[in-house]
Nanobody
Framework: QVQLVESGGGLVQPGGSLRLSCAAS????????MGWYRQAPGKQRELVAA???????NYADSVKGRFTASTDNAKNTMYLQMNNLKPEDTAVYFC???????????????WGQGTQVTVSS
């Protein structure tokens, strides 16, 4: 069973930093899309950072210049480094992978369990 296990959330003061991790339990045969999302109370889930096939990352305007997404393929892990955090960044953060676990298998949409990030003084 494929799992995406997140860690790194918590409570931080405005201006502080956190790094989220998302470790996959397997090595995907192929990946269609992968990225980070967040969902604030009463709001829809929104895309925060999306890895492109070219190896770059697209960011939501609200986090550009403050958040950095990266991967460590050897560890099957992706990261979200969040700096200069603001109260409006408070949300549950989810990692997402749309991938296939073996050749000829269909794409499947996988989500991490979510990790709470609270930015408050």
């Amino acid at each position: 069973q494929v799992q995406l296990v997140e860690s790194g959330g918590g409570l931080v003061q405005p201006g502080g930093s956190l790094r989220l991790s998302c470790a996959a339990s397997i090595t995907f045969f192929s990946i269609r899309t992968m990225g980070w999302y967040r969902q604030a109370p009463g709001k829809q889930r929104e895309l925060v950072a999306a890895f492109t096939t070219g190896g770059s990352v697209n960011y939501a305007d609200s986090v550009k210049g403050r958040f950095t997404a990266s991967t460590d393929n050897a560890k099957n892990t992706m990261y979200l480094q969040m700096n200069n955090l603001k109260p409006e960044d408070t949300a549950v953060y989810f990692c997402n992978v749309v991938g296939a676990v073996r050749t000829s298998m269909p794409w499947v949409n996988y989500w991490g369990q979510g990790t709470q990030v609270t930015v408050s003084s």
